[in-house]
């Protein structure tokens, strides 16, 4: 199973992001946080977020379709359990090979599960951002933290100077 | 005859040693190929493998459960070697198989719901005559150890979710504690001592039948209750540990209740069917809204609609909040939510409150089953 990576922008300006949110509390506001950074200092254009039916499998076919056709780079959030934290890395991988460079976020208690899914999917040592856990019980001011936190490690998988 | 002195008999000779050594090696290759759940295992072979697929009329390779997202699935053989690893005799198979085929009519296993944190395990109930052909015990230590065909039927699940879906801990399977049924949970019912029909009458097989009911399930807790012979008061006793707070992840619970003999009679004497039982509980369980405040637990997030406060920045209100009486909490979406059956002695006033696990929505039926000895597909 092919396990390159799709070809990385030179910059964000003017590409469309495309959020794929899982459902899991507070993962809307981390990637809208996130998006708003890389629109304010690095030039990225319109956000769209998009949510999956559910959080414990990958992304359905057609809802990838639609990402893969309207978006240039795609965020996912957030793998905090078990069944999530493997089917975020498991989306990141069905993106990367749809061409589309894709930062997948689980939770730091979750790295081995999300591992274990690359390895499942064929793309052993799969990049992904883990945010250090909680997520779903923290407050407003402390997800735009999680997110400033993130910044560098969402520009470096992105293969995007910070 | 011959005589061993002490010495001869405690100082093994190089035979001895060789046949320790060769035991060890078969023991331990399953160890060390991550085939176990941490017990030994039977080693099993080709040979052995023919006895226990004799014992149904299946294609080897058909296909019983599938988790699409892990590309992994688990055929009749695959079936039968966990169950011959478990340490099952040949003539438990039909049930092994039956298990699967009700885990594979579960919503919850097929969506990853084996890797969550949450740590539920799968829980069968087996009910019909093939309780007294294969010796399932369903009276006395009914959750506890000790018979063979309730221990390695429960253990053959377990190892076949290892082996052949590579649920292992730490890995794939992030629970954050599971639970002990994890290991094996295979009950069954105690027919001959219920005042009721038995649970698959309920679908609508007949007695004479076997049927295996799977559940997802995480805690078993055990109801003190031999102070009363009242079965309002014995209800609300159960009531009590169905509605705590410490079970909600959605708005909604679910519970098999396994009633003793001695508790079940409480209710048959007062004239009370299962569904008299289930209406009376499913009326009673619910929370003032104060105290579901007081937990933290009295709204919605928005997208999985689990339980966290008003004051999360992802709050929506929950659906007693828009209804008649939105200061009283139901937690329970609909009296089936309650599953009913007998087992255990008839010797004390102790039953138990399984918690089936209940993702958003709420299912009206919280279980699967399957007849044991159906032909294949």
Redesign the interface.
Known sequence: MDSTLSPRPVSLRGLTIGLL?N???????LLEEIAKELQEHHGAGEARLY?KE?????VAERLLEQIVDECDIVITAVGD???????TV?DGIMFERAGVPTVSITSDS?L??GQ??AT??GFPGFDFYAVQHPV?SL??DE?RERALTALPEVLRILGVEG | MTTTTLAEATMPGAEAEAEADQLREVLEHYWEHDWTDGLPVVPVTEGYLARFLATVERDPEEILFTITHLNRHLTVRLAAINAAMAGCRPEYFPVVLAAWEAIAKEPHPARGIWQSTTGTAPFLVVNGPVRGEIGLNSQGNIFGSGFRANATIGRAIRLGLINAFGLHPHKLDQATQGTPAKYSACIAENEEQSPWAPLHTDYGFDASESVVTAYVIRSVMHIEARHTMDPEQLALDFVDTIRRTGSLIHEYTSALLVLVPEHADVFASAGWSKDDLRNFIFEHATRPRSELVAVGKDALSHKTRWRLSSDHPDSMPDTAAASDTPDTVRVLSHPTSIQIMVAGANNAGVSAVVEVFTLNPPRVQPFSYSRIGAAGH
């Open positions: 949110d459902t899991k509390p507070n993962a809307t506001m949510t559910y959080f414990g499998t990958p359990c078990g069944s999530c934290s493997a089917a498991a979750f081995m599960s274990a899914m499942v999917q779903a407050s407003a997800i």
